[in-house]
């Protein structure tokens, strides 16, 4: 049976590139037969993580729904911005607000525990948001997702990508690829 693999981006900006990258990783597995599909957070808003809100109102809805889509996922593919040399707020909070258990007996890190996950990033600067890979990398091991080694982060993100959103370089190409079959192999 294939795999279901979510797509999402750290970024809720309307012009995003790692909503771009995150766009073209969903292509690339949907290609490869792949069973993938493109989360927008925008579609999802939350508030700010507090536990007095949860203890006062419980989860949101829209934390109840995307969680539903995460427990019924295999693994998952990230494209976070670098914010600051971490991940930004909006995947922190997301991450908060999914990793709490909603249900009475509900098993801990239910849509998280023994997932898949590969993480990528992109940047207008140097360095392709290279180091908001580590932060996520270890938040995510914490949680118990088991994460693809291999990596990319794209420099010069304003030019990656072609007007179809598809990644321009070959090489970039190639190791998403890579990236994507070993995290339908892992999930
Ligand atoms: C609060 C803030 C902090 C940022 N910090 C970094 C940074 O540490 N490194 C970096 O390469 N870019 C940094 N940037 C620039 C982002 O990489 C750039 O805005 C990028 O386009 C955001 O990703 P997006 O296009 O997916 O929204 C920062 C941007 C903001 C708003």
Redesign the pocket.
Known sequence: MSKRILFL???T?K?????LLAKAACKIASQKGIDAEFIDLAEYPMPLFNQDIEAESGAPETAKLLKEHFRNADGFFIAS?????TITPILKNTIDWLSRPYEKDEPRLVCFDNKAAAICA????G???L?ALDPLRLLLSHINVNVVGQQLAIPS?HEAFDANGDLKSEMHNAIMSSIVDTLARIA
């Not at 012009?15 to 909503?19: P, R």
């Not at 911005?81 to 040399?85: A, L, M, T």
């Open positions: 981006s750290g970024s900006r012009d995003s590139y790692n909503t911005p670098e914010y600051n040399s992109t940047s207008p600067g360095l392709g948001g180091r993100a």
